[in-house]
């Protein structure tokens, strides 16, 4: 494991891509790694692609590979596809727009497969991108899902949210409902040579304008992907945002609010294993007869399993409640 | 759900832009629960290989209908072992007669699938060419 | 429709319904192979909604459903045009002069994918696959040794070339002007068709702003110069290839079609005239009666996008007029002597759907590029529908059958469905943008895959009736590996022996025209080419201008 990890962190390719692999698998390994190199993590500027399928996420991501590159940056690339809830396949088709880099050796760019991960991310994104921080990629860029909704993780991770619009998709409607408009830190409206690019730039600066926190307000830029128009100054506001968090108290409430969110996202992820472990080990033919047949019911099967992790607590205490409480049955 | 999924690069190498066959089978990989990266069209040896290390994957399949089909799979193979990577399992398909087959797999091909073979057949075989990698590794 | 006959049919469909509790049928449903219903028997009443002077009329009037012609095979037969190329110049030449000796009448280029991509062979993209799916073409040098002693005021020539279509056309011109054939007497066609490279073939280089603008260049330079070329072959055939259904086929190649009208029309080009100059190519798959429907709905619907859309009138520049190559895909592997009778039917299916040309494939397709022998089985093939079937002999014979009207009907209107759709999105461009053509060709080529599997499909030798074999010994076409060699010693010494400053000046001038979109680039091209400079070179400053594509990808 030392020589695996060492070897990473020397910027071993292969090292790295099989370390990313095992903290997708879940591997029990994989805490330990990223206990080693926790330490040397933070360095690193980590931003966040996000928007609706077929708004250009790849292709400006591809743009940015290149303007970082020019100025020296290293640069990782983490870019989720869904996964099939059906099989738990994937077709992970990102790097295609990016396929120009691969012999860049300061570029890495590794596809991830949601895994049944909501919230636009994949299990072990977190992870995956600790690792490219720690082994020194500058830059690392996370591209997600991208399915219009939910796509609220990436804050969890990224420093800078880029949201991408683009004109004639209905993005505007999308942008309310998921929320989305909250969690951008800049704002690219793509493929800006097309009709209808003015109505969308003008909907998002009109919506900015309600946002509660003035201290960022997050630009807006018109770029065209395929050549590159408005790229730069995109990635400026990216590494002015940057600057932004990295010196300013909202910076430091931010990077709290994440480490917080960090923590209990690894809780919930170990609480989760062990629970599925000892349901795992629970779960016979004759108890799920029982189940059908109404003789027990899930609530109490899942409070016997908490109590075989943790005996001390109280699981009965919303009974309790319900006993004393006054509440008269409807009749 | 944890566990370890199979990794596989469908590519194509060359200028060839016929992938209806790497396209039904990029599909039929995933609707059999693996990973598929898929490359898309005009891909060098180099970039394919390149992209084989970056995504850890545990084989790669290239489609090939220009008859250019040996010195792909001889270079693909030849760049793999020059990186240290001679276990991953390289595939393939395409126009290729049979009298070029034992060559390839000579070269260090794990399985060339002929017109007309059925994509569960390609997946059974991946699946257990995986497994017994994986056993090696062990 | 008289009672009596609905009577009858209400009794006859009565009688069936009885007897099937006995005897079953094969299937619980019956389509066609592009997945259209298909029923136990069709009547009168099925072509009830029919208007003969409105749907069908008489071949050589609108709407052109009988045919293009009004007599059709018995005035002259179809081109018999076996698209071929390998190799290099020299060993192409030589096919070429086979194939003419052998009867064939019309000559059709086959490219390596270095230049249909716009590579020379020097190029390290073009490593490994110099000559190997077509002929490699550098400069206007090896395309003097393509065609010589083959007279071009003589043949007519075909050239499947989509990119980098006006560098060879511009070739061919100038190959002419050696012979001393001027251009308005060259006929042939390219293929020039981009739109299906981005859904289909991949061998696109552009993206699409640019490309549409050289497509239209090539239009306009060709109508006013090089009358008899058609100027441009819209392509079902690959679309079909990808995996998709008749019907789509039709759909996708006329929304293809209408893109390119309505570009070509945006630059001040009168429809009635260009369109004289489009022609089109399908694909004869195995489902004979759909097939035939499809060729006859596929005119149908063109007339009519011609007339009702862009209110043409010329009739000329109304009759979808085109080549058929049998299916590739189709081909098997398995017992490859097969092929020939795979062939036979779709080639027939061809003609009974009025084609003006025709590739039969060879037998060991699915193998290798074909051998001398299984071409030459190939032509025959159709030399044999053409003097020995019968079916030469009077025009349209399927005309007023139940069955292939109606199918005619169903695809018309499938495909009118698919283009409305398009229409909706705003056109094909962004139909391809959003991948939506791909999309529905993927699905269908994924569902025949599933079905192939699941024996719902079968195919002759693969999944049924199999025999064990072997074809080791088969007699195969090997492409020698020396042809990118000596591609690159031939470059090597031309880049030596040219005038390299006019070479130089030629593709400045080309820079500075590709940016500017008012100019066009057709006699740049040719200038440069007369001049030598290669394909590679003049790609390759267009590139630089235009910037390369990237695949939408959607699976």
């Given at each position: 494991m030392d020589i695996l990890i060492n070897k990473a962190l020397a910027g071993d390719m292969r090292a790295i891509a099989r370390i990313i692999s095992l903290i997708e698998n879940g591997d029990p390994i994989a805490d330990a790694v990223m206990r080693r190199i926790y330490p040397l993590t933070g360095k690193a500027m980590v931003i966040g692609i996000t928007g609706s399928p077929g708004a250009g996420k790849s292709t400006l991501t591809d743009k940015l590979i290149e303007s970082f590159r020019k100025k020296g940056k290293t640069v990782g690339i983490i870019a989720v596809d869904p996964s099939s809830p059906f099989s738990g396949g994937a077709i992970l088709a990102d790097r295609i727009r990016m396929q120009r880099h691969t012999g860049d050796e300061g570029v890495y760019i590794r596809s991830m497969g949601t895994r049944g991960s909501l919230g636009g991310l994949s299990r072990g994104t977190r992870e995956a991108v600790l690792l490219l921080d720690a082994c020194g990629k500058d830059v690392i860029i996370i591209e997600t899902v991208g399915v219009g909704q939910s796509e609220v993780d990436i804050i969890k991770i990224a420093d800078t949210v880029c949201v991408v619009l683009v004109p004639g998709m209905g993005d505007d409607i999308q942008i309310m409902k998921a929320g989305i408009m909250e969690i951008a830190n800049v704002f690219a409206i793509n493929k800006a040579d097309k009709p209808g690019v003015d109505r969308v730039a003008a909907e998002v600066r009109l919506m900015l304008e309600l946002v509660r926190d003035k201290s960022w307000t997050p630009p807006v830029h018109l770029t065209v992907a395929e050549n590159g128009t408005g790229v730069e100054e995109f990635a400026e506001s990216i590494v002015k945002h940057h600057e932004f968090i990295k010196n300013s108290p909202e910076g430091a409430r931010f990077e709290f609010r994440r480490l917080s969110s960090e923590v209990e996202d690894i809780l919930l992820k170990n609480l989760t294993r062990k629970a599925e472990k000892v349901w795992r080990s629970q779960k016979s033919g004759k108890l799920m007869e029982d189940l059908a047949a109404r003789k027990t019911n899930p609530y109490t099967v899942a409070s016997d399993i908490l109590r075989k992790l943790f005996p001390q607590a109280d699981y009965d205490e919303g009974i309790k409640e319900a006993n004393t409480s006054h509440v008269t049955p409807d009749n | 759900m944890d566990e370890r999924k199979i990794r596989v690069v469908v590519a194509k190498p060359g200028l060839d832009g016929h992938d209806r066959g790497a396209k039904v089978v990029a599909r039929a990989l995933r609707d059999a629960g693996m990973e598929v990266v898929y490359t898309g069209l005009r891909q060098t040896p180099e970039q394919i290989v390149e992209t084989v290390l970056q995504e850890d994957a545990d084989a790669v399949g290239i489609s090939i209908l220009s008859g250019a089909h040996t010195f792909y799979f001889t270079k693909i193979i030849g760049l793999l072992k020059e990186k240290d990577a001679g276990d991953i399992i390289v595939f393939g398909g395409g126009v290729i007669p049979d009298k070029d087959i034992p060559g390839l797999l000579e070269a260090g091909a794990g399985a060339v699938f002929g017109p007309g073979t059925p994509t569960s057949v390609c997946v059974e075989w991946l699946e257990k060419a995986v497994a017994d990698k994986r056993a090696k590794e062990q | 429709m008289n009672t009596e006959y609905k009577e009858a049919r209400a009794k006859f469909e009565a009688g069936v319904a009885k007897s099937l509790q006995k005897h079953k049928e094969r299937k619980e449903s019956f389509s066609t192979g592009g997945g259209l219903p298909l029923g136990r028997l069709y009547g009168p009443d099925d072509v009830e909604s029919v208007d003969y002077m409105r749907d069908i009329g008489f071949p050589g009037e609108y709407p052109f459903t009988r045919g293009v012609q009004p007599t059709m095979y018995r005035g002259r037969f179809w081109t018999m045009r076996q698209y071929a190329g390998f190799a290099s110049a020299e060993e192409s030449n030589e096919r070429y002069r086979y194939l003419l000796s052998q009867g064939t009448t019309g000559l059709s280029v086959a490219f390596d994918l270095p230049t249909q991509i716009g590579y020379d062979s020097d190029d390290p993209m073009a490593q490994g696959e110099c000559g190997k799916v077509g002929v490699a073409i550098d400069s206007l040098q090896d395309m003097e040794i393509l065609f010589d002693q083959i007279p071009l005021d003589k043949v007519s020539t075909s050239m499947t070339i989509n990119a980098p279509a006006s560098v060879l056309l511009a070739m061919y011109i100038c190959v002419g002007e050696k012979q001393g054939v001027p251009m308005d007497v060259l006929s042939g066609t390219i293929q020039n068709d981009i739109l299906k490279e981005y859904i289909a073939r991949g061998t696109y280089i552009f993206p699409p702003k640019p490309s549409m603008r050289l497509i239209t260049d090539i239009f306009e330079f060709c109508s006013e110069n090089v009358p008899k070329w058609n100027t441009i072959s819209i392509s079902g055939y690959h679309i079909r290839e990808a995996g998709s259904t008749a019907a789509q086929e039709v759909a996708f190649t006329l929304a293809d079609g209408i893109a390119y009208v309505e570009a070509a029309a945006r630059k001040g080009l009168d429809p009635n005239v260009f369109g004289e100059r489009l022609s089109f190519f399908f694909n004869a798959h195995n489902d004979f009666l759909e097939e035939v429907a499809k060729f006859r709905a596929a005119r149908r619907m063109w007339a009519r996008i011609m007339k009702d859309r862009f209110g043409v009138t010329n009739p000329k520049a109304q009759m979808l007029r085109f080549h058929t190559q049998t299916g590739g895909s189709t081909l098997t592997a398995q017992q490859p002597e097969n092929n020939i009778v795979r062939v036979t039917m779709q080639a027939l299916a061809a003609v009974l759907g009025g084609t003006q040309s025709l590739h039969t494939n060879s037998m060991d397709e699915a193998l290798a590029l074909p051998s001398e022998k299984s071409v030459g089985i190939a032509l025959k093939t159709q030399q044999i529908i053409a003097y020995e079937s019968g079916v030469t002999n009077t025009v349209d014979p399927l005309a007023g059958s139940y069955v292939v009207e109606s199918l005619t009907n169903e695809i018309e209107k499938k495909a009118f469905e698919y283009i409305g759709q398009i229409d909706d999105m705003g056109g094909m461009l962004t139909a391809i943008e959003k991948g939506y053509v791909q999309k529905h060709i993927q699905d269908a080529a994924y569902d025949y895959q599933r079905s192939v599997e699941a024996k719902e499909s079968i195919v002759v030798g693969v999944n049924k009736f199999q025999v064990r074999e072997d074809n080791r010994e088969m007699n195969l076409l090997t492409v020698d590996a020396s042809v990118g060699e000596r591609q690159i010693a031939k470059l090597r010494k031309l880049k030596e022996a040219r005038d390299n400053l006019a070479v130089k000046n030629a593709l400045e001038d080309i820079r500075a025209a590709a940016a500017d979109?008012?100019?066009?680039l057709m006699p740049l091209i040719i200038n440069a080419v007369r001049s030598y400079a290669t394909e590679g070179e003049i790609c390759g400053v267009l590139r630089n201008v235009f910037g390369e594509y990237t695949e939408n990808i959607v699976l």
């Open positions: - | - | 979109d008012s100019r066009n």
